[in-house]
Every structure is written in C-alpha cells, then in structure tokens.
C-alpha cells in the first residue's frame, strides 16, 4: 500500500506541474505570438493528458485479480503508454504544419523576454518532476510512470531549444534591427516537433511490446536460466521457458524434468525454492513450473535444456517394453 501511495503521489504532482505549465506557455505564447512557444504549450498538454492517463493507470494497474481478470490489470499500463505515445504522434504532427505555414511568413515578436523566461521555467520544473518519476517508476518498475518521465524529460530539451531560439532572435534584435531572425520561432517548432515524434517512437516500442506478450529483457531471462541452473544437481533439466510482462507484473512458466521417483512433495519442494528465488528478486513475478518425469526419451524441446549426457539418458531409459494382454 506504501509503494501504491508513492507512485500515486508522484503521478498526481506531474498533472498538477503540467497543468500550471500550460497555463503559462499558452498565454505567454499567445501574447506574444509565437508559434514555437504556443507548440510548447501543446506539447505540455500533451504532457498534461499523458499524466492524467498515467495516473488512471497507476490507481487501476494495481487493482488485484478478480473474477474476469485473472491474470490481473498490469497491462492497463501498457495500453495507457501506447494512447500516449499516439497522442506525441498527432501533437507533433499539428505543430510541423503550424510552423510551416508561418516559416514563409514569419511575423515580428514583441516581449521575447517572457518566453525566455517561461522557457525556464519550464525546463527547471520538468528536470526536477521528471527525475522524481524516473526514480519511483524504475524503483516500481511502472511502465506508465516512466512513459511520463520520458515525457517531460523530452520536454525539458524542447523548452530549451525554444529558448536558445527566442534568445538567438532577442540578440538579433539588439545587434541586427534590420535583419529579420523571426524565421527561427518556425524553425525551433519543428525541431521541437521532430524531437516529439522520436520520442513518440520509443514509447511505443517500448509499451506496445509489452501488449503482444514479448519476452523480458535479455538481461533478466539470463538471470532466470541462471537461478534455475543452481538446481541442476537435483533435476535432470529443464524446457519451454516463456517470459512476459504486463505493466509491472511478470509472468514466468517452464517445465522441469525431474526423476521418475521422485515424490510429489520432493518435487513441490524444488518449485518451490525456484519459484521463491525469483519472485525475491522480480517482486510480482507469478512463476508457472509444470513437473514432468524423466525417462530419457527426449523430444527437441527437451534435449535442448537436458542437463544429463548421453549415457546417462540411456541408463534411466526404461527398457522393457510391457506387451499388450492377450485378447
């Protein structure tokens, strides 16, 4: 319950931080007409329905398993990361043929001075909230959290351009009054844009991914086939391990040869011991082993994870072949 107030407490700060910054970008971009500004405030409310879905993700995500959702809500979180990513899609879309039609036109700016600065403030507030998401996302392993700090973390370099702009067309006002530099609001827009859509593509790999149930990360499947190799002395191998991963929940499913003898709570006990290990050290990891007898006779799938060699699979083979009663 701690880990859940945590992570609804830092989505709840990104609405409220994106909401102000809105606010701020749109009015000043308004005032004083620039279109690199006014996308900045698209891009911010952008932001802003990104951080109402993550929020809305994270209060749902966590909701235990139930009658008709058996394998649990992680994947909301997916789902929310992919609508996020769409939404980058069409901001940045609006914001390239916005600033395409000013680039032939560019217009003079007045108070370059308020852009500056909400550009600043802008930056300043995003580093702090992102950094914040960024650490409680990767310390809940949230998939929605960390979509919104990548959000923000790309706003923070989108404001800055901005700013370099306003202040590159500010110098030019103070140095070159006769040369016009206000082309460079369009320009500045659609690096803005172009930085957007890179963004947009990354978070969809990365949430969609998730939603066609592919496998962990190769780093983690490495670990997994490395925790269950500490057992190999006691079963003769192992086959068919599947990975994948909703939201923050893993799941996690293989099948272990063991002995023919062995007894039902030898076996119980090994599964078990593998199953603990790994969920210690990928909290809300459901572990799936299906126990299955050894006698030798291995399919593909099986010699592929047969821990015994050759001979040994042919002294376990049972030889005698039981003749069908007579009729």
């Known amino acids: 319950m701690k880990v859940q107030k945590r992570k609804e407490r830092v989505a709840l700060l990104s609405v409220i931080s994106n909401s102000a910054l809105v ?6 971009g308004l005032i004083i007409g620039s279109v690199s500004i006014i996308s900045e405030a698209i891009h911010s409310g952008v932001d802003l329905v990104a951080s109402i879905i993550a929020l809305f993700a994270v209060k749902t ?14 994947k909301i979180e997916n789902i929310s990361g992919t609508i996020e990513a769409l939404l980058i899609f069409i901001a940045a879309g609006w914001i390239i043929y916005e600033a395409f039609q000013k680039i032939n036109k560019p217009e003079p700016l007045d108070n370059l ?25 990767r310390e ?11 959000h923000l973390r790309t706003d923070v370099y989108t404001s800055a351009g901005v700013m370099v702009g306003l202040i590159l067309m500010l110098c030019g006002q103070w140095f070159f009054p006769n040369i016009n530099f206000y082309w460079l609001d369009s320009v500045a827009a659609i690096v803005v844009a172009l930085l957007i859509i890179k963004a947009a593509y990354d978070l969809t790999i990365q949430s969609a991914g998730d ?27 192992y086959h068919r391990l599947r990975t994948r991963k909703a939201g923050h929940f893993r799941f996690v499913d293989f099948h272990l040869k063991v002995e023919p003898q062995m007894t039902v709570v030898d076996s119980h006990i090994i599964t078990e011991e593998i199953a603990k290990n790994i969920e210690n050290k990928y909290p809300h990891t459901s572990v799936t082993i299906h126990v299955e007898p050894c006698d030798g006779d291995c399919d593909e799938d099986c010699l592929s994870g047969c821990l015994l060699s050759e001979k040994e699979r042919c002294e376990i083979q049972n030889p005698i072949k039981v003749a069908p009663p007579a009729i």
Not at 125 to 132: A, E, H, L, T
Not at 140 to 147: E, F, G, K, R
């Open 23 to 28: 606010s701020m970008k749109l009015i000043i």
């Open 61 to 74: 995500s966590s909701k235990p398993a139930d009658k008709n959702h058996s394998f649990g809500h992680g």
């Open 113 to 137: 001075g308020w852009g500056i600065g909400v550009m600043l403030i802008s930056s300043v507030v995003n580093i702090i909230v992102s950094q914040r998401l960024f650490k409680i996302g």
């Open 140 to 150: 809940t392993d949230s998939v929605a959290l960390q979509a919104d700090a990548w």
């Open 211 to 237: 939603l066609l149930d592919a496998n962990l990360p190769p780093e983690e499947e490495e670990w997994i086939h490395g925790e269950i190799l500490k057992y190999g002395d006691i079963f003769h191998g």
